[in-house]
């Protein structure tokens, strides 16, 4: 399984930016799909996760209300709108997968739990 992100770049504080996520395999519907990201001289934190069918999500208490996790199974995407960012969104953006069949997001993912992992794409925003 192979994950890239794309999408990045820098907007203005209050601006919205897509990024997208492609996942190269065939049984891309039984993973649980999440967005990580790390901050510079940060901790690598969680931001959003969706459940296979697209159904369940959930979000970081701080980018709730800003961000959408959506993805689209029919071309193995999965996306991240993020709207009204601040500056402190800047950092480098990640997709992961889990290999999850329960059609549930219950809580914040570990990153490290999760089962595959994409080279990330940064975005930065200006104050």
């Known amino acids: 399984v192979q994950l890239q992100a794309s999408g990045g770049g820098l907007v203005q504080s209050g601006g919205s930016l897509r990024l997208t996520c492609a996942v190269s395999?065939?049984?891309?519907?039984?993973?649980?799909m999440a967005w990580f990201r790390q901050a510079p001289g940060k901790e690598r934190e969680f931001v959003a996760a969706i459940s296979w069918s697209g159904h369940n999500t959930y979000y970081a208490n701080s980018v709730r209300g800003r961000f959408t996790i959506s993805r689209d199974n029919a071309i193995n995407l999965v996306y991240l709108l993020m709207n009204n960012l601040k500056p402190e969104d800047t950092a480098d953006y990640c997709c992961?997968?889990?290999?999850?069949?329960?059609?549930?997001?219950?809580?914040?993912?570990?990153?490290?739990?999760?089962?595959?992992w994409g080279k990330g794409t940064l975005v930065t925003v200006s104050s």
């Open positions: 395999t065939q049984t891309y519907r039984i993973y649980r």
């Open positions: 992961a997968a889990e290999d999850h069949s329960g059609d549930y997001v219950d809580g914040p993912l570990n990153y490290s739990a999760m089962h595959y």
